[in-house]
């Protein structure tokens, strides 16, 4: 009688060694996880709407004139700054682990915002009408952007000390993928830049593993440290010999490097996750001894 085979590596298979082990990892989409960007139209509008000020400006008298381009000055700052603290609350957002922006730049933003259209009522009609005009546009502009990040952001349960070092890890971590950022630019190959894109999509993993479990720290920064800087440094060289010479040979050995760099980072970020799963198992069955030890099924 025919027998269905089941092993290891069947579908309904289980592995012959409960303990998990490393896989290799598999290519990370650079996408992976991302969110888009509140930074678009209502910021950018901001830019815009303000210009008609500068039209008033040139047919009015001095005092007038200058009034009017103070006020359109006010208002280009204060989209500026709302641009601004839209990205840091994106930043904020993203991470586990993350300390408020040091300046509330969108409140200063609305601010900003009010005085210019008060100044600009003032300009064009009077101080009644620039007070009307200084208080809604900065309610509307507060209403419409929100308040910044007012408290820290940390995980539960881990003190200050822990967070403050994961924090400037993470930090300097995104600011060196930054920098192989702006470096891969100067090769002019979108190829090179989404091969980098993906390479960074792979630390960022380690990244967010690391804020979720800071205790995994200690063995994810020489990763983020000495090797990530190293990628960086590379990347500044190989893009200022490619963008001269367009030499294949020096390519190849750059992409090779980076692959070399995303599986170690792959797995090193796997390994850290099948830890925190091991620590888990420990607790459940220190747990149900406990239960068990009390009488309780």
């Known amino acids: 009688m025919a027998q269905r085979y089941g092993g290891q590596f069947s579908p309904d298979g289980k592995p012959d060694d409960s303990r998990p082990e490393v896989q290799a990892p598999t290519a990370k989409n650079p996408f992976h996880g991302a969110k888009p960007t509140r930074v678009g139209g209502r910021v950018n509008f901001l830019f815009v709407a303000p210009l008609p000020l500068a039209f008033r400006a040139f047919f009015s008298e001095p005092v007038v004139m200058a009034q009017f381009l103070a006020a359109l000055a006010l208002m280009l700052f204060a989209a500026w700054m709302t641009r601004e603290g839209l990205k840091a609350e994106d930043a904020y957002n993203a991470r586990t682990i993350a300390k408020r922006p040091a300046m509330p730049r969108k409140i200063f933003g609305s601010v900003l915002t009010g005085l210019g259209l008060g100044l600009a009522g003032l300009a064009g009609h009077g101080p009644i009408e620039a007070a009307i005009f200084a208080a809604v546009g900065a309610g509307l502009h507060l209403f419409s952007f929100g308040l910044d990040p007012m408290r820290d ?31 891969i630019l100067r090769a002019g190959d979108r190829g090179l830049m989404k091969r980098v894109e993906q390479f960074q999509a792979t630390v960022r993993d380690m990244v967010r593993t690391v804020e979720e479990d800071p205790r995994d720290l200690t063995a994810a920064r020489k990763y983020l440290g000495v090797y990530l800087q190293g990628a960086r440094d590379a990347t ?32 090193r970020t796997r390994k850290l996750l099948l830890d925190n799963k091991v620590d888990l198992d420990v607790e459940i069955e220190v747990l149900r001894e406990r239960l068990q030890r009390d009488g309780t099924r």
């Open 153 to 183: 952001k940390g995980a539960e349960g881990i003190d200050q000390f822990q967070q403050d070092r994961v924090a400037r890890v993470v930090d300097e971590a995104e600011a060196t993928l930054d920098a192989m950022s702006d470096a």
């Open 236 to 267: 500044v060289k190989f893009a200022d010999i490619y963008a001269r010479s367009r030499d294949a040979g020096a390519r190849a050995d750059y992409e090779a490097l980076l692959g070399d760099l995303e599986e170690n980072f792959a797995l």
